[in-house]
């Protein structure tokens, strides 16, 4: 019989949950830990999606009035993942220190795993496929 290996809950660098103005009452719940972004949603069917940190090609954050006043926002972040090319937290607390740790993440992991920016977009000298064409014939 195989072994389950348990990631020690330690390993976990931020969790939250998607709030309704200051109340984080949902069944959206987003972690980050052992060098992936976890979501999981849903009460009685739930789905959990994960992608590893290096694979964010960009982070946005947009928050509206009624965010800042709540002190909520939504990250938005473009991904290589085959599941999730658009990653988003919606109405987290605290969400321009959890995009600026992100973003610091992705940078460490890249570093780590010594990966370039031609390696993630492709080496075809910036051939790109979908979402992420579309976003840069876009500017």
């Given at each position: ?23 984080p ?13 976890y ?56 969400s ?44």
């Amino acid at each position: 019989m195989k072994q389950r290996t348990q990631q020690p809950d330690n390993e976990t660098i931020w969790k939250d949950r998607k709030h309704f103005l200051w109340f984080p009452w949902s069944f959206e719940v987003y972690r980050i830990a052992n060098g992936r972004i976890y979501t999981r949603t849903g009460l009685l069917n739930q789905e959990e999606n994960e992608c590893m940190i290096y694979r964010v090609l960009d982070i946005s954050l947009k928050r509206t009035l009624l965010n800042r006043i709540c002190g909520t926002g939504t990250i938005i972040m473009r991904t290589k993942d085959a599941s999730d090319g658009i990653l988003t937290l919606k109405n987290i607390k605290d969400s321009q220190y959890v995009k600026d740790t992100i973003s610091e993440m992705v940078e460490a992991e890249r570093q780590e795993k010594g990966l370039l920016g031609r390696e993630m977009f492709g080496a075809g000298g910036g051939h790109l496929d979908g979402i992420y064409r579309d976003a840069i014939d876009e500017e």
